[in-house]
């Protein structure tokens, strides 16, 4: 049988779950539900890593010992993740006595490699990621890129990692594999910072306490990531269980970008020491920003708590948001407008909409059971088609869960479901019921109807697993499992009884969204401009119309180059598209209203002109973050270029 193993990083116990958390969990959640429809034997792992200085320094500020500290924080991921329905099939903890085990075998035996020795270390030190830096690597103010945080001198006894033995090694590696770390360029950052050359690396720290002992020497604790990364191994028992054998072949670790290096150069050159085989990926996601500002405590406006979101809007709804707003790999951003557009459009428009008019229309036309099929009619329109949409979407979706974009996934599923909505129209079952005669036709397309349900519960249930059951308890399956679909109007037994029940996602009119936003944005944030049209995308006052303008007034415009590296269309928007722009390493969200001239597929890849300081918008419940540029006025003609490429990024002057 196939195997799946899928793992997030273990998540510091010195913080309270937040979007970032929810997003890598919940996107590792429905890798593994899909895997586990489809029968492979699956295994999901996620946990908390609780040792290090920066624990040690919170616990006693608090007046706790680190483990009581974690005890306490611990929790709050437990509960989050049911909340949020997440389906991890163990948990591990840095602190549990068979994680330590088998850090302490791994230890053992980087040291019978020739790997370790003992030095002593002088350089900067990040207490908050558990990091060294160069003095090259941090930002003005010897800051800490990742948290902006001072990086303090520490100059102690060390045990050494020989990591630069691997440096070659790693490059081969990566040369000949390069499909290990996605996306395609996280890869080509990773083999970049091999090349610049690899030191050894410092493993061990005497100045506290609070972490793994080193064999043999305890005055030393074992440096954090060396314990940490190790949890991808001792949680499914070491390297000679039964588990590891099945599992660890299929490796696949779902990371944010900011601890790609970890991932990418120090875990493996660990597992080379160990003489142990690398993971088959390591996929690192980008960093959500919320309302253009990064995640941050000091900015409360940014902390986005996914248990109240869970609460108030449903954890289906914010599942699908996660995962269907950003390709899974490319930086995104946040607003609680788009939550909420994706909620009506998507989500109730489009699959609750489905369900809760065929349901009724089921009841109506023939008594509320599942109808018989007639096998030829599915040869003819309009049936054919929804067949055929059924079967590609399947395909599609099977296609990008394997290659880990669920985004690309939803997009296919919902391909199908608004064709689904489309079959109802086009099949025209209210006029069939006044006809006897035509008694067989009503009652296949009863059935069709009902199985496109079915097939779009099923497809998406990896996404939205709470709902995809309340929609099988529906049709009259509370007890049948989640799989995978095979052949299309087949799947539904003729006889069962249907069970209608509540909308499956009430549709937030503008006073709940009010209220909701009230709820959900903290009073300091409350001043920010609120969800507002497409006339926020009109040009600054002082430049706008046919006037003269000062070089002044020009040079105040941001105008980049940038690369479509995503493009889709907007539910119930004719004329705009949703773009993810890659400006050299920085993505950007656009809403482009040029849909009439260019379809998606045609744009990928493709170099435009952006204009990057263009006051963030709201459109259809999607923020915009800035305007491509396009010729015309009504009508766009062409849009604007460049007569070579350039690098994504460059300043147009």
């Given amino acids: ?115 370790i020795y003992l030095g002593s270390y002088e350089g900067l030190y990040c207490k908050r990621c558990e990091a060294f830096y160069t003095e090259g690597q941090l930002e003005e103010g010897r800051r800490c890129p990742v948290h902006q945080a001072e990086a ?139 309302r253009g500002q990064k995640i941050s405590k000091s900015l409360p406006a940014t902390r986005v708590d996914p248990n109240r979101l869970a609460e108030d809007i449903g954890p289906d709804s914010l599942r699908y948001f996660l995962l269907r707003e950003v390709p ?40 509320g059971v599942v109808p018989r099929v007639t096998p030829a009619l599915d040869e003819t329109e309009p049936h054919k088609t929804i067949a055929g949409l059924a079967i590609r979407a399947r395909d599609e979706a099977e296609r990008h869960f394997e290659a880990l974009a669920p985004s690309r996934a939803l997009e296919a599923i919902w391909e199908f479901i608004r064709g689904a909505n489309r079959y109802v129209d086009a099949a025209a079952p209210w006029t069939l019921a006044k006809d006897p005669a035509r008694r067989s036709e009503l009652d296949h397309v009863v059935h069709t109807f009902l199985e496109a349900g079915l097939w779009a519960a099923w497809l998406a249930a990896p996404v939205i697993p709470r709902k995809a059951r309340e929609i099988l308890g529906q049709l009259g399956l509370a007890d049948a499992p989640i799989r995978w679909p095979t052949a299309w109007n087949q799947e539904l037994s003729p006889g069962s009884r249907i069970q209608r ?40 006052e002082s430049v706008a119309g046919s006037g003269t303008i000062t070089y002044e007034e020009f040079a105040r415009l941001d105008l980049r180059t940038a690369v479509v590296k995503h493009a889709e269309h907007i539910p119930k928007a004719d004329k705009l598209l949703k773009l993810q722009l890659d400006m050299g390493g920085e993505t950007r969200q656009v809403v482009a209203g040029i ?50 490429d350039v690098p994504a990024g460059t300043k147009v002057r």
């Fill in 328 to 367: 899974l790999g490319l930086d995104g951003d946040f607003s609680y407008e788009a939550l909420i557009g994706r909620h009506n459009s998507d989500l109730a428009n489009d699959l609750g909409n489905l369900l809760h008019r065929t349901l009724a229309m089921t009841e109506k036309y023939v008594g």
């Fill in 152 to 290: 303090t001198v520490v100059k102690e006894p060390s045990y050494f990692f020989r990591m630069s033995k691997y440096q070659d090694r790693l490059l081969e590696y990566y040369e000949k594999n390069p499909q290990v770390v996605l996306p395609e360029m996280r890869r080509n950052e990773i083999v970049s910072f091999i090349r610049s050359g690899l030191r050894d690396l410092s493993i061990s720290r005497t100045s506290f306490k609070w972490g793994i002992p080193v064999p043999g020497d305890e005055k030393h604790v074992i440096y954090v990531w060396v314990d940490a990364l190790t949890n991808y191994i001792s949680a499914l028992g070491g390297e000679g269980s039964e588990k590891y054998k099945t599992f660890w072949p299929s490796a696949v670790h779902l990371i944010g970008k900011d601890i790609l290096r970890f991932h990418a150069v120090y875990w493996p050159a660990m597992l080379m020491s160990c003489g142990l085989p690398l993971p088959k990926h390591v996929l690192a996601h980008g960093w959500w920003t919320v």
């Fill in 595 to 644: 849909a009439e001239a260019y379809k998606p597929e045609d744009l990928l890849g493709r170099q435009v002109i952006f204009l990057a300081n263009l006051k963030p918008a709201v459109i259809r419940g999607i923020e915009s973050q800035g305007m491509i540029l396009a010729a015309g006025d009504k009508q766009v003609l062409a849009l604007s270029a460049l007569d070579r």
């Fill in 501 to 540: 029940g509540a909308p499956l996602f009430p549709r937030i009119d503008e006073a709940k969204q009010a209220e909701l936003l009230s709820r959900w944005i903290p009073p300091e944030a409350q001043a920010a401009p609120p969800s507002v049209g497409a006339a926020a995308l009109s040009q600054p």
């Fill in 1 to 115: 049988m196939r195997a799946f193993y899928i793992t997030t990083p273990i998540y510091y116990v010195n913080d309270v779950p937040h979007l970032g958390h929810a997003y890598t969990t919940v996107a590792a959640d429905a890798l593994a539900r899909y895997h586990r429809a489809r029968g492979h034997a699956t295994w999901f792992l996620t946990g908390t890593d609780e040792h290090g200085q920066n624990i040690e320094d919170v616990a006693r500020a608090r007046g706790k010992t680190p483990k009581q500290h974690a005890d306490e924080v611990v929790v709050r991921f437990m509960d989050t993740w049911k909340r949020l329905d997440v389906s991890n099939d163990d948990f591990i903890r840095t602190t549990d006595e068979r994680h330590i085990k088998v850090v302490h075998e791994t230890w053992k035996r980087m040291e019978a490699a020739g790997d």
